[in-house]
């Protein structure tokens, strides 16, 4: 199964929403599944971008086995 996950909460953000997630989409990337999860780039709780990321249209990455697709925000 692929699976699709919205949020605006993600790593590398540390926060209770971002954690969650990230467990769980790693558990279904276990179980054999293939995960997408479309965020923004990484802002909380500042509102700055972190460094490393951009709030570009679109920027792909691999975190774990799981596709990130951070979308401008």
Sequence with gaps: MHILFLTDNFPPEVNAPASRTFEHCREWVRAGHRVTVVTCAPNF????VFDGYRNALWQ???????????VWT
């Design 60 to 70: 792909p990455e691999e975190m774990a086995g799981i596709r990130v697709v951070r």
């Design 45 to 48: 709780p500042k509102g700055r």
